[in-house]
């Protein structure tokens, strides 16, 4: 019971859920970039949240299902056809034993989810099934698919046909803005650059992966020399290195570093930087930590009316 | 001493290394903490923030300090890391050696002549920053990191020599490389190496690297 991978497309890897509680360890969160589509998706085959699933960036692959599935995707704006008929995201989709799922680049936004009844099978490592590419683990042996992988099935079920709401589902954009806190090391940078970190419009620069988004636009200045004794960062963290260009720590970020910490992106907002994609505009909204809990409450009080316990998600 | 570094992230200041790593392995074990992360000098715990105020989240930390903090556990045991100085192994050797104006055993000989202990475990999984590193060696970080160092590779910056587990990006000069293992995600025990434990490093020739 196996779906086939005929073209693997750019960066496509089985994720699930994060990796909590190691970071003392060095082990990084890896698990979805976005991981609100991730939740999206699994919903409409009848998965838990975190049953591991594909996330594909910018360019989707092309799957051929070997045995009748129930799938369903989400995320990124993209072009997909199953045996040449265009089908739409967000919707459960049932294919037949030897169609194919061909999956385009993506439009707006970053990364497309596709969630299959029952969830991958896959690696599970240290607590999480989801692919680290840095350690080489967890997913499929730790890597990136590849033209001719068998993705193992769990289950042959057939779910309730469901669509995603319209006001559940995130709009992709190609101008984001992401609320933001003051972090340990805000302090250091110059007043003006403080004003600028919040007022520019940001470019993603195409430096923009799992581990981190650099954003081009102004040259930041710190007030102390920019470097510091390793302290500990997290998904969210925005750093400032001696390049004086903002980078944006995503899921896959390493767990200590030394460039100062000029903010943190809200919890609320992290699931978005999963959709940032290179040449798209950002703004980071100044956000007192009190008020972003406040904005956290009320998104997860949101989601919940379509995904449950979404505290659990984002 | 306690700072809000986010809307879930609260920062506590410390003096060293090992107090870092005394007072995170306290707050994980009396705390039911999302991530208590040890840095060189502070420590960072993230909270639950939709289970836990962030007020109460501070008092609750700062009760655990106020009633004291266990010194960390040192272990007695000394791990001997074998290391190939230099050639291939060790890209930045040379032009360190110059720089210092060592000579190639002369660096050897500080190198290995020291005992250390492990500071941190972090970065990514099992890069250990060993301290202690004799000041005719100190050297600051690269300007310019390399976009590729080798698992196994050695380097030394800011005092320190750092063992890199993984293949990754990295700023510190290249001395040389271990054949030692430094993470096997597979492996029942995954990390070798931990805060708090004594290592040594013994030059090996270049046909000793087995991995």
């Given at each position: 019971?196996?779906?086939?991978?005929?073209?693997?497309?750019?960066?496509?890897?089985?994720?699930?859920?994060?990796?909590?509680?190691?970071?003392?360890?060095?082990?990084?969160?890896?698990?979805a970039a976005d991981p609100l589509s991730l939740a999206l998706a699994n919903k409409l085959v009848g998965n838990h949240w975190d049953a591991p699933a594909l996330e594909a960036a910018l360019l989707g692959p092309t799957l051929r299902f070997d045995v009748p599935c129930a799938f369903a995707m989400t995320g990124a704006q993209a072009a997909v056809t199953l045996n040449g008929r265009d089908i739409p995201l967000h919707e459960t989709v049932f294919a037949n034993a030897g169609d194919e799922l061909v999956t385009g680049a993506t439009e707006k936004g970053a990364r497309l989810y596709i969630a299959i009844v029952g969830g991958l099978a896959a690696d599970e490592v240290l607590g999480s099934p989801s692919t680290c590419l840095l350690t080489a683990s967890g997913g499929m042996q730790g890597r990136v698919l590849e033209a001719g992988d068998a993705l193992r099935l769990k289950s042959a079920a057939a779910p309730e046909k469901l669509q995603t709401p319209d006001e559940f589902r995130p709009p992709m954009l190609a101008s984001w803005a992401l609320r933001a806190c003051a972090s340990s090391e805000t302090h250091q940078l110059s007043s003006n650059s403080r004003d600028q970190l919040f007022d520019t419009n940001w470019t993603v620069s195409r430096r923009a992966d799992r581990m981190g988004l650099q954003l081009e636009g102004p040259t930041l200045d710190v007030t102390s020399d920019g470097r510091m004794p390793s302290a500990p960062v997290f998904p969210g963290t925005v750093q400032c290195p001696e390049s004086g260009a903002p980078y944006l720590l995503s899921v896959d970020a390493g767990t200590v570093g030394g460039y100062p910490r000029i903010a943190q992106i809200a919890r609320a907002d992290r699931h978005l930087l999963g959709q940032l994609r290179p040449g798209d505009r950002v703004r980071l909204l100044w956000r007192d930590a009190q008020n972003a809990v406040d904005d956290l409450r009320a998104k997860i009080e949101y989601w919940r009316q379509w995904l449950g316990d979404v505290e659990r998600i984002i | 001493m306690l700072k809000r570094c986010g809307d879930d992230l609260l920062s506590l200041s410390v003096a060293?290394?090992?107090?870092?790593?005394?007072?995170?392995?306290?707050?994980?074990?009396?705390?039911?903490?999302?991530?208590?992360?040890?840095?060189?000098?502070?420590?960072?715990?993230?909270?639950?923030?939709?289970?836990?105020?962030?007020?109460?989240?501070?008092?609750?930390?700062?009760h655990v300090v106020a009633g004291g903090v266990p010194a960390l556990q040192e272990s007695e045991e000394l791990l001997e890391i074998p290391v190939v100085y230099g050639g291939e192994y060790g890209p930045d050797f040379n032009e360190l050696c110059r720089d210092l104006g060592l000579s190639r055993d002369a660096f050897i000989a500080l190198h290995t002549g020291a005992e250390y202990r492990v500071d941190m475990i972090g970065f990514t999984p099992g890069f250990a920053f060993v301290g202690g590193l004799d000041e005719r060696l100190r050297?600051?970080?690269?300007?310019?990191?390399?976009?590729?160092?080798?698992?196994?590779?050695?380097?030394?910056?800011?005092?320190?020599?750092?063992?890199?587990?993984?293949?990754?990006?990295?700023?510190?000069?290249?001395?040389?490389?271990?054949?030692?293992?430094?993470?096997?995600?597979?492996?029942?025990?995954?990390?070798?190496?931990?805060?708090?434990?004594?290592?040594?490093?013994?030059?090996?020739?270049?046909?000793?690297?087995?991995?």
């Amino acid at each position: 019971m196996s779906i086939t991978v005929v073209k693997p497309g750019l960066q496509t890897t089985i994720q699930s859920r994060p990796r909590t509680g190691l970071r003392h360890m060095g082990v990084p969160a890896c698990g979805a970039a976005d991981p609100l589509s991730l939740a999206l998706a699994n919903k409409l085959v009848g998965n838990h949240w975190d049953a591991p699933a594909l996330e594909a960036a910018l360019l989707g692959p092309t799957l051929r299902f070997d045995v009748p599935c129930a799938f369903a995707m989400t995320g990124a704006q993209a072009a997909v056809t199953l045996n040449g008929r265009d089908i739409p995201l967000h919707e459960t989709v049932f294919a037949n034993a030897g169609d194919e799922l061909v999956t385009g680049a993506t439009e707006k936004g970053a990364r497309l989810y596709i969630a299959i009844v029952g969830g991958l099978a896959a690696d599970e490592v240290l607590g999480s099934p989801s692919t680290c590419l840095l350690t080489a683990s967890g997913g499929m042996q730790g890597r990136v698919l590849e033209a001719g992988d068998a993705l193992r099935l769990k289950s042959a079920a057939a779910p309730e046909k469901l669509q995603t709401p319209d006001e559940f589902r995130p709009p992709m954009l190609a101008s984001w803005a992401l609320r933001a806190c003051a972090s340990s090391e805000t302090h250091q940078l110059s007043s003006n650059s403080r004003d600028q970190l919040f007022d520019t419009n940001w470019t993603v620069s195409r430096r923009a992966d799992r581990m981190g988004l650099q954003l081009e636009g102004p040259t930041l200045d710190v007030t102390s020399d920019g470097r510091m004794p390793s302290a500990p960062v997290f998904p969210g963290t925005v750093q400032c290195p001696e390049s004086g260009a903002p980078y944006l720590l995503s899921v896959d970020a390493g767990t200590v570093g030394g460039y100062p910490r000029i903010a943190q992106i809200a919890r609320a907002d992290r699931h978005l930087l999963g959709q940032l994609r290179p040449g798209d505009r950002v703004r980071l909204l100044w956000r007192d930590a009190q008020n972003a809990v406040d904005d956290l409450r009320a998104k997860i009080e949101y989601w919940r009316q379509w995904l449950g316990d979404v505290e659990r998600i984002i | 001493m306690l700072k809000r570094c986010g809307d879930d992230l609260l920062s506590l200041s410390v003096a060293s290394p090992p107090d870092a790593q005394a007072l995170a392995a306290h707050l994980r074990q009396t705390g039911a903490w999302l991530e208590v992360v040890a840095g060189i000098d502070s420590v960072v715990v993230r909270f639950d923030a939709t289970a836990l105020g962030a007020e109460a989240a501070r008092q609750q930390i700062e009760h655990v300090v106020a009633g004291g903090v266990p010194a960390l556990q040192e272990s007695e045991e000394l791990l001997e890391i074998p290391v190939v100085y230099g050639g291939e192994y060790g890209p930045d050797f040379n032009e360190l050696c110059r720089d210092l104006g060592l000579s190639r055993d002369a660096f050897i000989a500080l190198h290995t002549g020291a005992e250390y202990r492990v500071d941190m475990i972090g970065f990514t999984p099992g890069f250990a920053f060993v301290g202690g590193l004799d000041e005719r060696l100190r050297v600051p970080r690269r300007k310019e990191p390399r976009q590729r160092v080798e698992a196994g590779s050695i380097g030394i910056a800011d005092g320190r020599t750092g063992l890199y587990a993984l293949a990754s990006p990295g700023g510190w000069s290249l001395v040389g490389r271990t054949p030692y293992p430094l993470f096997d995600a597979q492996a029942a025990e995954p990390f070798p190496l931990r805060a708090g434990m004594r290592v040594r490093f013994r030059a090996i020739a270049a046909d000793e690297f087995e991995v």
